[in-house]
T-cell receptor, first 116, second 115 residues
């Protein structure tokens, strides 16, 4: 079974509008971390935002916010006031305990296109 | 700029050959992670080192090996290369590597092409 599921292979959004990128996860652990990364066409992976499983408030970082719904096991990324530079691949990831340490699992990604 | 450096940026080689990818973590980070990103497999975790010792292992082939040196830089060695090894290889670093909250910062990647 997929640990991280991003159901939207591609999304379109009009410039200046908000967009939500979906992410659901599967874990039986109580303690875990959720991350979002952006990968522009240039290829680098850019850290955007982090949410801990015990954090009661949704994480926010500038125009990025994470809509964390623990009971539904979802961690959707909300980008407000989209800009042309937001066009990129976005990856959701989960960090959880593993034998002897921790592991981070990435979803398949969602490609976001911002239209002018 | 994440502060993580990787060399070389591009590498083209032939099947059966061996290559070494190099990574320098952000200043102060003790953990280094290696990932492989290919079109069909997505982003796959290979291995993690923490302060010179192997900490976690993912889907790393036996033909691949890594190490972290006393100055904390790391090398990923890929041998007996196959066409399917063509991918973007990322190095990431984090301050500790033994915590749920540990954020990994990625380098620019090394694009490996095996012909």
């Amino acid at each position: 079974a997929q640990k991280i599921t991003q159901t939207q292979p591609g999304m379109f959004v009009q410039e200046k509008e908000a967009v939500t990128l979906d992410c659901t996860y599967d874990t039986s652990d109580q303690s875990y971390g959720l991350f979002w990364y952006k990968q522009p066409s240039s290829g680098e992976m850019i850290f955007l935002i982090y949410q801990g499983s015990y954090d009661e408030q949704n994480a926010t970082e500038g125009r990025y916010s994470l809509n964390f719904q623990k009971a539904r096991k979802s961690a959707n990324l909300v980008i407000s006031a989209s800009q042309l530079g937001d066009s990129a691949m976005y990856f959701c990831a989960m960090r959880e305990a593993d034998t002897g340490g921790f592991k981070t699992i990435f979803g398949a990604g969602t490609r976001l296109f911002v239209k002018a | 700029d994440s502060g993580v450096t990787q060399t070389p940026k591009h590498l083209i080689t032939a099947t059966g050959q061996r290559v070494t990818l190099r990574c320098s973590p952000r200043s102060g980070d003790l953990s280094v992670y290696w990932y492989q990103q290919s079109l069909d497999q997505g982003l796959q975790f290979l291995i993690q080192y923490y302060n010179g010792e192997e900490r976690a292992k993912g889907n790393i082939l036996e033909r691949f090996s890594a190490q972290q040196f006393p100055d904390l830089h790391s090398e990923l060695n890929l041998s007996s290369l196959e066409l399917g090894d063509s991918a973007l290889y990322f190095c990431a670093s984090s301050s500790a590597g033994a915590d749920i909250t540990d954020t990994q910062y990625f380098g620019p990647g090394t694009r490996l092409t095996v012909l």
